[in-house]
């Protein structure tokens, strides 16, 4: 039922009992579910999640403030969706706009990094007795395995941890985007033949332990031997190869590790990869603030706008749900650093794609970027929203390894309705 | 899963056959007010302006309006905070665990037909029981003469509690053959599998107590200190790139391998004062950022066994503690005392007017013995110090350890000799007092530590010996293993219990207790054979007469394959595997003195601020499978800084240091830097690189290090952490056991195992696949051993040479048997 490589025979079971019927009718269940009581049909089948750590500044990109003290050095731009302004250091994304959707009213709570990261990413408060699973692993709980690849890949950077998901639902992890994986084929020097070989050999010394031991787990060992074998031959391992590209299309997105990365997520997301998270750091700008930001512009604008660009050519913006997200904004005022601080307050989220009706702006901060000013949005509410976007159903109980009930997100999150208007 | 659903649905069918009853009020409703609520709502605390011992002031109701809705029940205050998930900031209780399934019922049954309360019943305190404390009678009053024998006494009580269980009796494994013994306790203890020669050394022992004489052999061993040190580090969460992480990792080994009582360590840990760097033990408090309530939390969970929501009492113990940042360029943290507690009541979030701080009260009761139990006549007698037998630097130890805060009036006491050296130490110490020294110690703390090490703690020991049970057999007496609770069945107390009060005894000695545990038929058992149910398999695990099918730790599956294929030194002769590789790197297009220029010279530490504004670096293909050592005496080495270390002069010479830095770097320069580093973001060019294709000769013939000497936890991509070592961010995280896609790629294609199976000039196989005196069965009997800590069967022997005959070379086949075998099943879970 979950895309997370399932081993868990106990619960797939369950799974298999309580909803029975939905599977006989050939349906994910989950969007059977939630297809049930909204008139909403889910039309985002995966999610590209632009990370960046730090706190990225909200007055500097998508919620600028003009002719105010705080506004800063930037200047707002005119879009292609009207009466939408954002920060001119995303002159492409500009042109873009038409597809996208800006939240500027997020109430964050939190303006710690290590609980803010945590709360953004999981929905919940952290707690010291319980890891909550980031947003990837819970949608790869979430949906069915779609090809060889594994469901939920992270680029760049650390997701955060699956928690009580357990291994299954880890992220798989590429460190430099379009540099081989040591660990997706035979070492250097054992020939393909000679690996099968091993193969063999191992096959059958495994299956006379399997006689012999009764340990529990052994049978979700084979299972993800067997998947891991079945990944090393898959041909869709050439979408991790950034080298055939065209010059000019690494050029459009970037020559950069985060333009690679983007491109590496398009081609993962056409491949039939169901969530994948580009990381990017350095946005905790406590000193020169603008300059930081002027950087990350000219290194996210092309790669972003690409990325919305050819998903749109290609018809798959529909199904694909980008969304851009920090663990919070930062001060309004800009301190004695000529930096900014952090600020939870308010802050802005992007996103484009997956049903996400374009050239919008939901909700507002006040004059000055300091608190919502009206449709304040819960940081859980952007959970909901994407679970939403997808078809899953965010009110479903899980249960934990130590027998917790425990809801998908947390109590009380209600999607954005708007963005799917 | 299908069995507890079925058992699940009947209880509800139950339930709702009850619904239709009347409640009690005196026996179903009063006890869930007085086990849940009135330790907060009653005379003595009046939390929420809530009384809910007396019927005026449950018919009052508190501060969110009355409790009963009459018209609509349902929407009772009462019903609706007891049904909130358990995170939700409302619910109730919120002291002690969320309420059961039935005593929600019932709750709600008797609001549903009124909620009465009869008039004049008053409701007390209901005095906490222990859990698991009742019954002693399997628990023989006489001391075990050895610990062989403490361990068959083990075995007795186990038996005799499996006999007096409801429960029908489970099936029983076999003791496991002398070569599984080796390869179990070897692995359990040491950290490694078996070498030849270690195999060989045991097989050459025929007596009757071989057994335990290799368990001493393992105890002694340098490595037991390693490998014990990853147990208390899961346990007690260390975690190195915390401030005082680095020191508390070397403390807690250096501890082990001191064999520190463990009740003196958790004194230490618990009340310790100061900069990491001279008192290590601080890490502990700075790994929770020295707040109190975390701290509660953690001293609470991780010593007692024992989870609690809010401990304000508790918490107020470490109420004054107070982490301090000095230095601009070379941070110095510690921590001391801070006039006024940081614990008050009421909750901030509630918006009190007004908060007082709170008195710190140890919450739980120690056990009150009407005459001394044997257990703590032991431990006090093997306490005792003989007069004269300290050592003048063992006496200037002591010294050193009062000075720096930490408690050894317990080994100092009642001795003439030892007076004098008490004397100048407490005039030390009241030197330290005198408000020279900016390390202050807590008081309070050190009252906490003494309750919470108290022989007649009835949490303490028991909670630690459930721990290391649990880490050798593979279950607890109680899981999870941190929650003993009376909602939480203990499942053999009085084994336990046995265990608990012999690990005190023995003066709270890791090895003692883990020689006991490893001589008990119950670790010596095998599996249940493969067929077995899941259900089968888990109730003779519960019942100790079978073992669990364990996996190795990440930490330990990577040393055993370093060890097998004999990586931990060079297998090859210099430049045998020279080759050429072809890689990309990356050249940055921006201009090269302007990168330089923007570089960060201040420093050469690692600063968080700079590591946070760079974007996602990522480690080298392989790095992920690198053990590294990390050199622990340097890192408790206290740096010298002057002759007044720990004092102002160590602040004052601090900021010399700073300032001679700055001036170093003068003002001018840092502000040269930064606007080249402004230049160079603005440039547009600061990220971008064009990839170029370089040629490299390398020569295949890596050196492994050990992997329990990291800096842990260990990233997160890499092998040991694939392999369920945990972040340890959390209270309560354990290793994540379940297999995993990146496991499998890790061992199958990874630099370890790879080079583990190919067989090299330099190791004893060698010569017995190569050359004139090749001896094909015995290079796989001594693969077997090497690998597998056995001989291989007959078939397959046949196998194997199979497999070595298909191999372009007999040494290409055996490696290829070899790659096989580390990445089997047998391999990974221990027999």
């Not at chain 1, 690409?306 to 663990?327: C, F, N, Y």
């Not at chain 2, 992480?245 to 064999?259: C, D, F, K």
């Not at chain 2, 408690?407 to 030197?431: G, M, P, S, W």
């Not at chain 2, 502000?671 to 603005?682: D, G, N, S, T």
Request: net charge neutral; hydrophobic share 40%; charged share 25%.
């Amino acid at each position: 039922m979950s895309s997370c490589t399932d081993y868990f025979a106990t619960r797939r079971r369950f799974l298999a009992q309580t909803a029975g019927t939905a599977a006989l009718l050939g349906m994910p269940i989950n969007r059977l579910v939630a297809a049930i009581g909204s008139a909403h049909a889910p039309k985002a089948e995966s999610v590209v999640l632009f990370w960046n750590g730090g706190g990225m500044s909200h007055i500097d990109t998508w919620d600028p403030k003009p002719g105010r003290e705080v506004g800063g050095e930037f200047e707002p731009i005119k879009t292609s969706a009207d009466g939408i302004q954002i920060s001119e250091i995303f002159p492409q994304l500009a042109k873009q706009m038409h597809h996208c959707s800006i939240i500027r009213s997020i109430a964050g709570t939190n303006g710690d990094h290590g609980r803010a990261t945590y709360e953004l990413q999981t929905s919940y408060p952290q707690n010291p007795a319980l890891v909550h699973p980031g947003m990837g692993s819970f949608v790869v709980n979430e949906s069915q395995k779609n090809g060889d690849l594994p469901a939920y890949i992270s680029i760049g950077g650390m997701a955060p941890r699956a928690g009580y998901l357990g291994q299954r639902c880890e992220a798989y992890y590429i460190g430099l985007p379009g540099e081989r994986d040591p660990y997706l084929a035979f070492p250097d020097g054992i020939h393909h033949a000679q690996g099968e070989r091993r193969l063999e050999i191992l096959a059958k010394m495994n299956l006379r332990a399997s006689n012999k031991i009764a340990a529990r787990d052994l049978k979700e060992t084979d299972v993800a031997l067997k998947d891991a074998v079945a990944l090393m031959k898959s041909p869709a391992l050439s979408s991790f190869d950034l080298d055939k590209e065209n010059p000019k299309t690494l050029e459009r997105y970037g020559l950069t590790e985060f333009g690679r990365g983007t491109l590496l997520a398009r081609k993962l997301i056409e491949t039939g990869v169901r969530f994948v998270q580009v990381n990017r750091g350095g946005f905790d700008n406590h000193m020169d603030v603008f300059p930081a930001m002027r950087n990350h512009g000219s290194v996210m604008d092309p790669a972003v706008a690409s990325l919305i660009e050819d998903l749109h050519a290609s018809g798959r913006l529909e199904k694909t749900l980008v969304i851009m997200l920090s663990e919070f904004g930062r001060t309004p005022k800009i301190n004695k650093d000529a930096g900014r601080d952090h600020h939870a307050r308010v802050f802005s989220c992007f996103m484009a794609g997956g049903g996400v009706k374009g050239g919008q702006v939901i909700g507002s901060s006040d004059k000055d970027g300091m608190e919502p000013a009206d449709r304040p949005v819960q940081v859980a509410d952007l959970h909901a929203s994407v679970c939403h976007a997808l078809g899953i159903d965010f009110t479903r109980e899980l249960t934990t390894p130590l027998g917790r009930p425990m809801k998908l997100v947390k109590e009380g999150a209600k999607p954005v309705k708007e963005l799917f208007a | 899963m299908k069995s507890s659903t079925l058992r699940h649905s009947l209880l509800l069918l139950a339930s709702a056959q009850l619904a239709g009853a009347e409640v009690d009020f005196r026996t179903q409703i009063q006890p869930i007010f007085e086990n849940a609520c009135i330790r907060c709502h009653s005379a003595e605390k009046v939390k929420g302006d809530l009384r809910l011992d007396t019927k005026a002031g449950f018919l009052r109701g508190g501060k969110s309006g009355p409790l009963i809705n009459a018209k609509e029940y349902e929407k009772s205050e009462l019903l609706r905070r007891i049904k909130l998930p358990r995170d939700h900031e409302e619910i109730m209780p919120q002291e002690t665990e969320p309420l059961s399934g039935p005593h929600k019922n019932w709750l709600t049954d008797w609001v549903r037909t009124g909620a009465k309360w009869p008039d004049g019943v008053v409701l007390k305190l209901k005095k906490k029981e222990i859990p698991g404390l009742a019954e002693t009678d399997f628990i023989p009053s006489k001391a075990p003469a050895s610990l062989a024998e403490a361990a068959a006494v083990t075995d007795q009580i186990l038996t005799k509690e499996n006999q007096a269980s409801k429960n029908p009796p489970t099936k029983s494994a076999a003791i496991i053959d002398d070569l599984s013994f080796l390869r179990r306790a070897t692995v359990d203890l040491i950290g490694r599998i078996p070498t030849a020669e270690e195999i060989k050394q045991f097989e050459s022992d025929r007596s009757a107590d071989r057994r335990e004489k290799l368990v001493d052999r393992l105890i002694a061993h340098s490595r037991f200190a390693e490998r014990w040190t990853v147990f208390f580090a899961d346990m007690i969460r260390v975690r190195s790139q915390q401030e005082g992480g680095p020191q508390l990792l070397a403390y807690v080994n250096r501890s082990v391998a001191e064999a520190k009582p463990y009740d003196q360590m958790v004194r230490e840990l618990i009340a310790t004062n100061g900069r990491p760097e001279s008192a290590p033990a601080a890490g502990f408090a700075l790994g929770d950022a020295a707040n109190p309530m975390a701290l509660a939390g953690a001293t609470s969970q991780i010593f007692l066994g024992v989870r609690q929501k809010e401990f304000y009492d508790l918490a107020a113990f470490f109420g004054t503690i107070k982490r301090v940042e000095q230095g601009k360029n070379v941070k110095r943290i510690y921590t001391t005392e801070a006039e006024e507690t940081a614990v008050k009541w009421p909750p901030e979030r509630e918006q009190p007017p007004k908060r007082v701080g709170v008195a710190p009260k140890f919450p739980f009761e120690l056990v009150n013995y009407t005459t001394k139990p044997n257990f703590i006549a032991r431990l006090e007698d093997r306490r005792r110090p003989n007069t004269g037998a300290l050592s003048a630097a063992a006496a200037k130890k002591a010294l050193d350890e009062l000075v720096d805060g930490i408690d050894v009036k317990q080994t100092l006491r009642d001795t003439k000799q030892d007076a004098a050296i008490l004397a100048e130490a407490k005039a030390a110490a009241a030197r330290a007092q005198d408000g020279r020294s900016i390390y202050t110690q807590s008081e309070e703390r050190k009252k906490l530590a003494a309750l919470i090490t108290d022989p007649r703690n009835p949490y303490f020991a028991r909670a630690f010996v459930n721990r290391v049970w649990a880490e050798l057999v593979g279950r607890g007496f109680v899981e999870p293993l941190d929650n003993i609770s009376a909602y939480n069945e203990i499942r053999h107390p009085q084994a336990l219990q046995f265990l608990a009060q012999e690990f005190v005894a023995s003066g709270y000695d890791l090895r003692s207790l883990v020689k006991t545990v490893m001589l008990t038929q119950a670790y010596q058992r095998g599996h249940l054979p493969a067929g077995a149910e899941v259900k089968e398999l888990a109730s003779a695990e519960e019942n100790f007469t079978a073992t669990r099918a364990r996996r190795m730790l990440g930490e330990v599956l990577f040393d055993s394959v370093t060890v097998a294929g004999h990586l931990l030194s060079h297998k090859w002769p210099e430049g045998a595997n020279v080759r050429e590789v072809k890689r990309q790197v990356r050249i940055p297009l921006a201009n090269a003195a302007m990168l330089a220029a923007a570089e960060d010279k201040s420093t050469n530490q690692p600063n968080m601020m700079m590591a946070m504004n760079k974007p996602g670096q990522a480690p080298a293909p392989y790095d992920l499978e690198k053990g590294a050592s990390l050199d622990f005496d340097a890192l408790l080495k206290p740096e010298k800084m002057g002759k007044d270390d720990d004092k102002f002069g160590d602040v004052l010479s601090e900021s010399k240091k700073d300032l001679a830095m700055n001036k170093k770097m003068e003002d001018d320069a840092i502000e040269a830097q930064r606007q080249a580093r402004i230049r160079l973001l603005r440039s547009g060019n600061a990220e971008r690189f064009r990839l170029e294709t370089v040629t490299a000769i390398v020569d295949d013939n890596p050196k492994f290090d050990t992997t329990l000497r990291m800096a842990t936890p260990a990233p997160p991509s890499h092998f040991i952490r694939v392999f369920g070592q945990p972040a340890r961010d959390n209270l309560g995280e354990f290793r994540d056991e379940s297999p995993s896609l990146r496991q499998e790629l890790m061992m199958l294609n990874g630099k370890a195992t790879h080079e583990a199976s190919r067989v090299g000039p330099l190791e004893p196989v060698y010569h017995l696949i190569a050359g004139p005196n090749a001896n094909p069965a015995k290079a796989v009997e001594l693969v077997y051993l090497e690998i597998f800590t056995r001989r291989p069967t007959t078939e397959e022997l046949a196998e194997a040479r199979e497999v070595i005959s298909g191999g372009k070379t007999p040494a290409d086949g055996l490696a290829d048997l070899r790659w096989a075998m580390l990445n089997s099943h047998e391999f990974r879970y221990l027999p």
